[in-house]
């Protein structure tokens, strides 16, 4: 039946409409991607190790780059000597074939080019993919949907209103099984509607299903329902083209783990095992004792109700997607017969991935630090298809479209606030946190007392001088030459409580100095007194004001008396020994002169107990109030003491306080 003018016009409108959504929102993907950092997360750093590996080593193993600044990741495991990704590695090798190309066209590497060369690779590990999938979507929408509204809707929605956007600006596995899904829903609705597939229908679906599969694990589900569906229509051709080609990329999936780790088993399976809890150098990894929302504190009825309508809510973060509980129930009355079957299908496995993960009682962290439920991201494609009769049936109504839009728009809000960064928790949880609604953070530990000074103890001196205990520390000046500092204790001849502690200095190798005595008391000291409890000195009368001031800066750290606040654990390398050193950060800071400030001053120590003082860095920085500007900043390392340190890490008797790999520091001499 030949089409009126107005008809016509209608679809040209939407043709050129349909055209426009994809390519805008593909050139807006690729500049934000283009304008993002490189390396964002631990997530995809730990994939890009494994590709650096690859292309430049030809192995999984990444000791190497994780040595360089930025290139660490705590999604890692040790086994037998080797820090290996526990990401599957199927994609990383994929990704690295990619990278390889690039880096012999363009003549960049992916160590000294590396945003050129990851943004490169992402355009075509990402951003193509997702135009495709897009492509896919509006065809597919041209045979479910009945209206130009619900098609270019539906389509507006896939292409700037999910949380698939911030993720195609990093190297994961959602995006590419997003991908899948779409594809896989594209050639299974042919499957499904056709009165004799062809055998493309069945080569495309079980291909791209199981691709999904082996990006995504629970997708298994998803792989096995297309097959059956597969079944129901022709066992032959389920067997001659179904089959194989979903067998392609599981096998690349095993084959890829065996060679990688000597296993089928996916890493992920080694979870709580040696292998994710180790100890290298007296740092313990991070999942002997994760942080935040990796501390799995939430009850299953308080993570089902955050994975759906709070803070990394499906429905809250994207809320068009509430249309999708209308559609499911309303699926009866879908005429389209494929429609039908995807919509349900999609229900069913949306009840399945949320049940497969609230029974993972051990990992209720909603996926780490991300923007969204990342695990549930491969759903979108099932969840479009959902909202499709229930925007249709309403298209009519001036009223409807426009509370679509603003649904849309919420999605839109969530989608590109964190465009630069997916790697950061959902604006929404910020908010919460904001008005105290939830609190993931660890308190750290209590200090063992009010503590006035940048070092936590006093040692003991024993009657034999030459043995007085001391720790020496270095900072470098801007020439580049060594610094040198050396606090020593020792007995007064007088006795008591009162014990001098000595500060000498000098530049390179030039012999110490002596530049202040002062006299402490130490019951006061270890109780928690001030300074000026504390602090004395061998003749207050020949002492001035000015000396007595100066001495009490430098036992403070800081020009006016404050007290130190606790901080995290850090696990930090000195010169001393190869272990680190398990110190816990405190910090104090004031505004100078008392009467117009016009300076933050700010001391930083790292507490130490295994070293004669209790520290083993301290760090002064004095910034302009007005402009940030850094006015002046000096590091003390320790590099040496008396008694020396063991030579090992000691084995903590209880449980491992950690943090991320990020906050272990390496100092070298």
């Not at 599969?213 to 001659?240: D, K, W, Y």
């Not at 309508?309 to 997607?321: E, M, N, Y």
């Not at 439920?373 to 969840?383: E, V």
């Not at 030579?647 to 906050?663: E, F, L, M, Q, R």
């Amino acid at each position: 039946m030949p089409l009126d003018a107005d008809d016509e016009q209608v679809l040209i409108t939407e043709r050129w409409g349909t055209g426009l959504l994809i390519f805008v929102s593909v050139m807006l993907h690729a500049a934000s991607l283009l304008n993002a950092q490189p390396l964002m997360s631990a997530n995809d750093r730990s994939r890009w190790c494994t590709v650096y590996s690859l292309v430049e080593r030809g192995t999984f193993q990444i000791d190497e780059i994780r040595q360089h600044a930025g290139w660490d990741s705590i999604d890692i495991i040790y086994d037998e000597g080797h820090f290996y990704s526990t990401k599957p590695p199927l994609l990383s090798v994929i990704v690295a074939g990619v990278t390889w190309s690039v880096q012999r066209v363009t003549g960049w590497s992916l160590l000294n080019d590396t945003h050129a060369v990851t943004a490169t690779v992402l355009i075509f590990v990402n951003i193509l993919p997702f135009a495709v999938s897009l492509v896919l979507l509006s065809r597919l929408l041209k045979r479910v949907a009945q209206c130009s509204w619900c098609r270019l809707f539906v389509l507006a929605v896939a292409a700037f209103g999910t949380l698939v956007t911030p993720f195609l600006m990093t190297l994961n596995n959602h995006t590419v099984a997003v991908a899948g899904v779409m594809v896989c829903l594209f050639a299974l609705e042919r499957l499904l509607s056709e009165e004799s597939p062809r055998a493309w229908a069945f080569i495309v679906c079980g291909l791209a299903a199981g691709w999904a599969c082996a990006n995504e694990l629970p997708a298994a589900a998803f792989g096995l329902a297309t097959f059956l569906l597969a079944v129901r229509r022709s066992v032959r051709q389920t067997i001659c083209c179904y089959a194989p080609a979903a067998l392609i990329p599981i096998i690349a999936f095993l084959a890829t783990n065996v060679i990688a780790t000597g296993s089928w088993k996916p890493t992920y399976a080694n979870y709580g095992s040696s292998k994710y809890n180790f100890v290298i150098d007296g740092v313990p990894s991070y999942w002997m004792d994760p942080d935040g929302v990796d501390r799995n504190l939430d009850s299953p009825l308080v993570y089902f109700l955050h994975c759906t309508v709070g803070h990394h809510g499906i429905v809250s973060l994207t809320p068009v997607f509430l249309l999708v509980l209308i559609g499911w129930i309303s699926s009866g009355w879908v005429q389209h017969v494929a429609l039908r079957t995807l919509i349900r299908l999609g229900a069913i496995l949306t009840a399945v991935v949320l049940g497969f993960y609230m029974t993972r009682f051990d990992n209720y962290n909603y996926g780490g630090v991300s923007c969204g439920l990342r695990w549930a991201l491969w759903l979108i494609p099932f969840w479009l298809l959902a909202i499709v009769p229930i925007v249709d049936a309403a298209a009519r109504t001036t009223v409807a479209r426009w509370m679509q839009l603003g649904l849309l728009g919420g999605g839109m809000l969530s989608a590109w606030l964190p465009i630069e960064n997916p790697w950061q928790q959902p604006w929404l949880f910020r908010r919460m946190e904001a008005m105290n609604w939830i609190d993931y953070t660890r308190q750290p530990p209590e200090l063992p007392r009010q503590l006035w000074t940048w070092f936590l103890t006093m040692p003991i001196p024993p009657a034999a001088a030459e043995d007085a205990p001391w720790l020496e520390f270095t900072s470098p000046t801007a020439d580049g030459t060594m610094r040198r500092r050396r606090l020593t204790c020792r007995n007064r001849a007088a006795g008591g409580d009162l014990v001098e502690l000595e500060v000498s200095e000098g530049l390179g190798s030039d012999p110490l100095q002596p530049t202040r005595t002062v006299l402490i008391d130490v019951a006061r000291f270890h109780a928690g007194a001030s300074t000026a409890d504390f602090l004395k000195w061998a003749d207050p009368a020949a002492s001035t004001d000015l000396q007595k001031q100066a001495d009490y800066s430098f036992v403070r750290g800081l020009p006016l008396k404050k007290p130190f606040r606790a901080g995290r654990i850090r696990y930090v390398h000195l010169p001393i020994r190869t272990d680190a050193f398990r110190c816990q950060l405190a910090a104090a800071a004031v505004t100078y002169p008392l009467d117009k400030p016009t300076h933050l001053y700010r001391c930083d120590t790292w507490l130490c107990e295994e070293l004669p003082f209790g520290v083993a860095q301290y760090e002064i920085k004095v910034t302009d109030r007005d402009n940030g500007a850094i006015v002046h900043q000096e590091r003390w390392t320790a590099t040496a003491s008396n008694p020396a340190a063991a030579p090992t890490a000691p084995v903590s008797s209880g449980k491992i306080v950690n943090t991320p790999a990020a906050s272990v520091l390496r100092l070298t001499k």
